[in-house]
């Protein structure tokens, strides 16, 4: 009979990339997998969705989250608990009491991350970023392991010699073939204004060249902004199939995030998962980037996002190339992910993180 594990979640789908098409349901291979979620009961590739009803208000989730996932998570024979939003935090000394092996999973730099939540007053927000570390570090003293996307994403926890790097590489799912391209650029992902998008869209309607983007927008204020640009088409949520044929028939894959400060060290799936379909990307030219994909390699296109003079030059670079040279690129980006950045390789990282507890 395979252990008990359980992973848990009171923000993300339960269609979460990181959460559950990678690890759950790598560690579905070893293991018996449960992922409590806020929207889904059920079995999909072995792995069990429990559903809980979070609050929608943000601050109710954020107080009561914790308090809602303990019976669920106490009152079967679980052996590893693996949570994944700090708000659950104070379920840890409950979990440890109770004899269970804890895991952080540390998706994003939190503390940083609020300068770009518009919902929190400033006065509140300077308060938080003095206190939320030291809490965060507080609780991670009694986890016995921190899953963490990039090594440089929170040095606070890096210091407590309990984390394993496990970064958003991309599963390989894709053979690549060389395709007839759109005159169009892509995105795929969270629509929203600090992600770079709309400095994109206006410098592709100067150049009379579609701007095809998919997800959801992050507000209404910032949707009715992009959809006024005539040039952008916005396809809503795509399915895998639609978004591999997004991906692989476009010119370009857009990651150009605003350099606020929870960007500049971070691991954005977006990139490999653009080459991974066989697409140059243009992105941000952040060092975090750069140290992981050399800006010599032709498939990828750094720029200044804040410099629009800059953006224009490297799109018109990049739309002078014919469909045999994106083609070309292409096909690098996507031997560069399966040989150096790819889930197989992450994946074991996991299990090795596992195999310590």
């Known amino acids: 009979m395979k252990t008990k594990i359980l992973h848990i ?10 959460i559950y098409m990678k690890e759950c349901k790598s560690l579905s291979k070893k293991f018996e997998v449960h992922l409590i979620n806020p929207n889904y009961t059920g079995k999909i590739d072995e792995v069990n969705f429990h559903r809980i009803n979070f609050f929608k ?7 009561s989250s914790w308090i809602f996932v303990l ?12 949570f994944h939003d700090p708000e ?28 770009v939540k518009a919902y929190i007053p400033k006065t509140l927000k300077k308060i938080l970023k003095t206190i939320l570390p030291k809490i965060e570090v507080f609780f991670s003293k009694m986890v016995d392991g921190i899953s963490i996307v990039h090594k440089d994403l929170n040095l606070n926890l890096n210091k407590l010699n ?24 892509c995105y795929v992902g969270l629509i929203s204004e600090e992600r770079g998008l709309y400095v994109i869209a206006k410098v592709l309607q100067k150049l009379q060249i579609k701007f ?19 040039n952008v088409s916005y396809k809503g949520y795509l399915n ?9 028939e476009s010119v370009c894959g857009s990651c150009t995030f605003l350099p606020i400060e929870h960007h500049l060290v971070s691991n954005p799936n977006k990139i490999y998962e653009y080459l991974n379909y066989g697409t140059p990307v243009i992105c941000s030219n952040f060092q975090s980037y750069k140290d992981v994909i050399p800006e010599d390699k032709s498939f990828i296109y750094y720029c200044d996002i804040t410099n629009e003079n800059d953006v224009l030059i490297t799109v018109k ?11 070309e690129q292409g096909k690098l980006g996507n031997l560069f992910i399966a040989k150096n950045y790819n889930w197989n390789i992450e994946e074991k990282k996991l299990f090795e993180l596992y195999d310590r507890l």
């Open 240 to 248: 895998l199939e639609q978004k591999v044929d997004l991906i692989s």
């Open 71 to 82: 019976p669920k998570s106490l009152n079967f024979n679980y052996k590893i608990i693996h």
């Open 9 to 18: 979640t009171s923000v993300h789908s339960h269609k979460d990339t990181r």
């Open 57 to 63: 208000n943000k601050f109710l989730r954020i107080l």
């Open 88 to 115: 659950l935090m104070l379920a840890i000394p409950i979990w440890k009491l109770f004899g269970k092996k804890v895991i952080y999973d540390v998706h994003e730099n939190y503390v940083k991350q609020m300068e």
């Open 212 to 230: 095809v983007i998919a997800g959801k927008f992050s507000n209404k204020k910032f949707e009715k902004k992009m959809l006024k640009l005539h």
């Open 162 to 185: 309990k984390h394993v790097v496990v970064s958003n590489a991309p599963i390989l799912d894709y053979d690549f073939i060389q395709k007839p391209r759109k005159k169009q650029f």
């Open 317 to 327: 670079n990049i739309i002078s190339k014919s469909d045999n040279q994106i083609n």
